[in-house]
């Protein structure tokens, strides 16, 4: 039987509240899942209505950052001035053959590319 889905995509974090801060209040992903866990929380976010969502997890220290994660945005410009006011660096927009993207890191190395939506 063929796997029908993603569920869940583990974003290694160095702190569970920091992260959690950053993805709700920058990138404006809902909580999911906060539930205890024996290594720390069971913490999931993601964007409104997304059936996939990121763990959160701090448990894994020697795990490398995840590098291009593609979600998308409706509004790529005001992206680039939030995550700038939060001193998160980013490249673009700027337009490319498949269309205009948006690229950065979260606080902790993973790799976002943004498409417009």
Same mark, same amino acid.
């Given at each position: 039987?063929?796997?029908?889905?993603?569920?869940?995509?583990?974003?290694?974090?160095?702190?569970?509240?920091?992260?959690?801060?950053? +993805?709700?209040?920058?990138? @404006?992903?809902?909580?999911?899942?906060?539930?205890?866990?024996?290594?720390?929380?069971?913490?999931?976010?993601?964007?409104?209505?997304?059936?996939?969502? $990121?763990?959160?997890?701090?448990?894994?220290?020697?795990?490398?950052?995840? @590098?291009?994660?593609?979600?998308?945005?409706?509004? $790529?410009?005001?992206?680039?001035?939030? $995550?700038?006011?939060?001193?998160?660096?980013?490249?673009?927009?700027?337009?490319?053959?498949? @269309?205009?993207?948006? $690229?950065?890191?979260?606080? +902790? @190395?993973?790799?976002?590319?943004?498409?417009?939506?």
């Amino acid at each position: 039987m063929p796997i029908s889905s993603i569920l869940t995509i583990t974003v290694p974090v160095a702190d569970q509240a920091a992260a959690l801060d950053f +993805y709700t209040r920058v990138l @404006g992903f809902e909580v999911r899942t906060d539930n205890p866990f024996p290594m720390g929380r069971w913490l999931t976010v993601a964007p409104k209505g997304a059936e996939t969502t $990121l763990l959160l997890a701090s448990w894994f220290p020697d795990m490398a950052p995840i @590098g291009g994660l593609v979600v998308a945005a409706p509004d $790529l410009d005001a992206l680039a001035i939030r $995550l700038r006011e939060d001193e998160i660096a980013c490249e673009g927009p700027s337009e490319q053959a498949w @269309g205009r993207q948006l $690229l950065f890191h979260d606080p +902790y @190395g993973n790799g976002f590319v943004v498409s417009q939506a």
